[in-house]
């Protein structure tokens, strides 16, 4: 059944809570930065209410900064392709958007101006929570965030860093269903005039305006649109069978793509639970359903608990004890092949599977999340140390990748160095965390399926990659 109303655990006061509405506001300001959609948006629609309830307009305003940590042209690509859907959908609703270039908080307090109060989605990552402080301290009225960007908000499900998936998802289950509910939009009954921002129309200009190469845009387009198209796509033909083919990067029906959506905040976690368990309901196999959501939510939302309770989550210092032991007394180990972070980015390995992993990477933005476990996993084995390993994976990682420089892209590279996961046998230079092998790629995709991938890469991109 949908609702109107934030679930209120998504609600919290960034200021002290003892500051008053400005009462002669003549709008309330909703900042959106993370949740760039507008619909099944819980920050949107308590910003809705909001200015309902004081009687005024709501303003809409993104900050776009054209040096975001590690982003990319692609990046801005994809997101601006998102936000001129936002701006079109806005509009729709009588709701005046603004697209601002400068640094984000300062594009917020200045919109917030004669505001009323102002209403904020939820960041979790160092700049981002640094951001939402920078805002508090520049204006007097209220300042609420909303969460909008996982299904069970990070301290509901734990109030401390859990170190495995099997100890956060019997609380996540717990209280999944008090989360997973349908969010309707409501009517705004004070319409506001226009606002002066850029112009979202052409996507192509706006990035020659911000000096940005967009030579590579990516595999995917970006905007609620499409996240909803490939979600369409997959309920219709990837759903059935997902547990079992998964791991197959030859079937590419059987992902659903919500990744780089999810990252840009252009489609609801909790609206993608309901799509898929609606699916489940009109036939598709309750483990198939189980698998999908396993990702969406346990995986997905172990790294946001990661990245909330541990400051250094970007660093090689985050790891646990024991891989960080295990790594530092190989680090002297002979590595058969040492490659630097241009040979690596060039796919200039003796390895063909991973130069073309890496070319899926580097041209497209998007690789099968399988093969991102052997691509990461070789990193280790061919960089000088153990450190400089995980700075060219996180690297590579945050800067192709078009779901990278996300709370999932922190926690899962720091994952092929032992994060979340557990003592396995010891081998040369990986020392105790978990092996990935060429004969071990082979082995579980089988060679007939790692050349048929080979060869359908060389078939769209008309080159065959290097190495054996």
């Keep these: 059944m949908a609702t109107q109303l934030v679930h209120p655990e998504r609600v919290r006061r960034l200021d002290d809570g003892g500051r008053e509405p400005a009462g002669d506001g003549g709008h309330v300001l909703y900042w959106m930065q993370r949740a760039c959609r507008a619909e099944h948006n819980d920050a949107l629609e308590r910003a809705v209410r909001c200015a309902n309830d004081h009687g005024v307009p709501l303003h809409v305003v993104f900050g776009l900064t054209a040096d975001y940590p590690q982003a990319s042209g692609r990046h801005y690509r994809f997101l601006l392709e998102g936000l001129a859907e936002v701006a079109g959908a806005l509009q729709r609703r009588g709701i005046p958007f603004a697209l601002r270039q400068g640094h984000p908080p300062d594009v917020a307090a200045a919109a917030a101006a004669g505001a009323v109060e102002v209403v904020v989605d939820r960041g979790y990552l160092r700049h981002l929570v640094a951001w939402r402080r920078e805002l508090v301290d520049a204006v007097d009225v209220p300042v609420t965030q909303v969460e909008a960007d996982v299904v069970v908000p990070v301290e509901v499900a734990s109030d401390k860093r859990e170190y495995a998936a099997r100890t956060l998802r019997p609380k996540l289950h717990r209280a999944l269903d008090g989360f997973v509910e349908e969010l309707s939009t409501t009517p705004l009954e004070h319409t506001g005039a226009p606002l002066d921002g850029l112009d979202t129309a052409d996507v192509g200009e706006l990035l020659e305006q ?106 090689f210092a985050s790891l646990p004890d024991w891989a960080r032991t295990t790594l530092d007394e190989h680090r002297d180990d002979e590595r058969e092949h040492v490659y630097t972070h241009d040979q690596l980015r060039d796919g200039r390995t003796h390895d063909a599977a991973w130069n073309a992993a890496m070319a899926q990477v580097r041209d497209e933005g998007y690789l099968h999340n399988h093969l991102r476990m052997y691509w990461g996993k070789q990193v280790v084995k061919w960089s000088a140390s153990p450190e400089q390993a995980f700075d060219n994976l996180l690297r590579l990682n945050n800067e192709h990748l078009l779901d990278g420089r996300d709370a999932a892209s922190y926690a899962n590279v720091a994952w092929v160095f032992g994060l979340h996961d557990r003592a396995w046998q010891e081998t040369d230079v990986a020392g105790k965390t978990r092996p990935m092998t060429r004969s071990g790629l082979d082995s579980k995709l089988s060679k007939t399926l790692l050349r048929a991938w080979l060869d359908e890469l060389e078939q769209r991109t008309g080159e065959r990659p290097a190495g054996d």
């Excluded at 000096?211 to 649109?225: K, M, Q």
């Excluded at 489609?267 to 368990?277: D, G, M, N, T």
């Excluded at 699916?279 to 997905?300: H, K, P, Q, S």
């Design 210 to 315: 911000l000096g940005l190469d967009d030579d590579h845009p990516g595999v995917l387009t970006g905007g609620t649109s499409q996240a909803r198209a490939h979600l369409e796509r997959f309920l219709a033909e990837g759903l059935a069978g997902y547990g079992r083919r998964r791991p197959d990067p030859t079937a590419p029906r059987a992902v659903s793509y919500q990744s780089a959506y999810l990252h840009h905040g252009q489609v609801s976690p909790v609206w993608l639970v309901l799509q898929v368990r609606a699916a489940g309901a009109d036939g598709a196999a309750t483990e198939d359903v189980d698998a999908w959501v396993e990702e969406l939510v346990v995986r997905r939302e172990l790294a946001y608990n990661y990245v909330t309770f541990a400051p250094d989550y970007d660093a």
